[in-house]
């Protein structure tokens, strides 16, 4: 990683270090990932963690602190979102005991921002804050079917990532499978994760139609029905839409006109 020129970049270079595969670093592990002297990392390290940015263990470790996780929290599509959409996840869950996601879109990855995991579920390789890219899950085909055109087609001009056999790697084969998704409002993604799950998810739209968000159930591919699970999936989503203020637009103008 090239050196920071600025203050602020270089602060951002720091925490730009941390990943999923990195959530821990200690003091040199910095140096050398943002490719900044060791005695700089270290007066900018001890200010992102007397602000709370950046936490440190009992080994010496930094990791990603508690006071940044809130700021984040606020920043849109978040800002409400989460909030509105739990209690319907919890109801989805209790129907299902499954896996209930929920994503937003960021550039051509899907980021999760919240979850609930079945305790008998099958296990899933995602967590609050992970991101996966959009051509792989199932909110992931909801999130990019419903996106601007330049960007589906900047997904569609990628390197399509396999993980399983299963994944969609052919062009052609995702955009059928895009257009099926705003036919029918649904998205399946079947074994594209891993070669046990399947996954079910709708688009949640906020007040002007816009699909901000998608939720999803991922359950055990093997004697698994979509079908059956749809239902349950798409009736959450619209609750969390209307929570949202998806049609409100509609009724203000209705009100307007009476």
Known sequence: MGRARTAAGRLLGILGAFSADHPHLTLSEISRRTGMPLTTTHRLVGELTDWGALERDERGRYRIGLRLLEVASLSPPWLGLRETALPFMEDLYEVTHENVQLAVRDELDVVYVERIAGRQAVGVYTRVGGRWPLHS???????????????????????????????????????????????TGVAVSDRQMTLDALSVAAPIRGPSGEVMAALSIVVLADGAEPKALIPAVTAAARAISRGMGFGSVGRAARGRGR
């Not at 909110?139 to 390197?159: F, I, K, M, N, R």
């Not at 969609?168 to 955009?175: K, N, Y």
């Open 137 to 183: 899950t199932g909110v992931g085909l909801v999130l990019l079917a419903y996106a601007d055109p330049e960007v589906q087609e900047l997904a569609l001009g990628s390197t399509l990532k396999p993980y399983t056999e299963k994944t969609i790697v052919d062009q052609d084969e995702l955009r059928r499978v895009l257009a099926e998704v705003r036919r």
